[in-house]
T-cell receptor, first 113, second 112 residues
Framework: QQPVQSPQAVILREGEDAVINCSSS?????VHWYRQKHGEAPVFLMI?????EQKGHEKISASFNEKKQQSSLYLTASQLSYSGTYFC??????????????FGQGTTLQVKP | DVKVTQSSRYLVKRTGEKVFLECVQD?????MFWYRQDPGLGLRLIYF???????EKGDIPEGYSVSREKKERFSLILESASTNQTSMYLC???????????FGPGTRLTVL
């Protein structure tokens, strides 16, 4: 079953912060985050593994709460280049480590000057 | 630089035609994936291949088949295209395990 992302869309001014959530109804082993800019391929941001890990990438970081089966992506002091659609991809426990993911429906982020 | 290429960026076909979408990766990856992307539905997995000639159905395999005769190439086949298969199709590849996927630029298919 697809994870649910919230919000579906968000508009920010440059310098503002945003949080994107990804919730699953299944127990998770890992959560992957990707960003897709308009007209381009999705690009990998980070992977979070079971264990409540928090990772960072420039001013973009994420956390993974395995008890809540939820991950959050934090965008700090947003820049125009952060605009795009963000997808979480989840791997359920017992998935045999195949690399197969179930992606959420996406969150569209627009950063305005 | 790693690369996943797809045979066409845009494709227009007629209902009932057989359609082939090709994907090639140059990273010697074991895994290859075909996704369909529709507004509000995100990326949905059609088929997955973890080795040459090996495949596994994804979440929405109906109306599609795949072929992987060589490690670097993964083809998506629409046996008889229908209008509800109008969509953006994305190919991706990865190594085995919990690692990142590399996506191709996508093929926007319109079925008239």
């Amino acid at each position: 079953q697809q994870p649910v992302q919230s919000p579906q869309a968000v508009i920010l001014r440059e310098g503002e912060d945003a949080v994107i959530n990804c919730s699953s109804s299944k127990a998770l082993y890992s959560v992957h985050w990707y960003r897709q800019k308009h007209g381009e391929a999705p690009v990998f941001l980070m992977i979070l593994l079971k264990g409540g890990e928090q990772k960072g990438h420039e001013k973009i970081s994420a956390s993974f709460n395995e008890k809540k089966q939820q991950s959050s992506l934090y965008l700090t002091a947003s820049q125009l280049s952060y605009s795009g659609t963000y997808f979480c991809g989840t791997e359920g426990i017992g998935s045999s480590n195949t690399g197969k993911l179930i992606f959420g429906q996406g969150t569209t982020l627009q950063v305005k000057p | 630089d790693v690369k996943v290429t797809q045979s066409s960026r845009y494709l227009v076909k007629r209902t009932g035609e057989k359609v082939f979408l090709e994907c090639v990766q140059d990273m010697d990856h074991e895994n290859m994936f075909w996704y369909r992307q529709d507004p509000g539905l995100g990326l949905r997995l059609i088929y997955f291949s973890y080795d040459v000639k090996m495949k596994e159905k994804g979440d929405i395999p109906e109306g599609y088949s795949v072929s992987r005769e060589k490690k670097e190439r993964f083809s998506l086949i629409l046996e008889s295209a229908s209008t509800n298969q109008t969509s953006m199709y994305l190919c991706a590849s990865s190594s085995i395990g919990r690692v990142k996927q590399f996506f191709g630029p996508g093929t926007r298919l319109t079925v008239l």
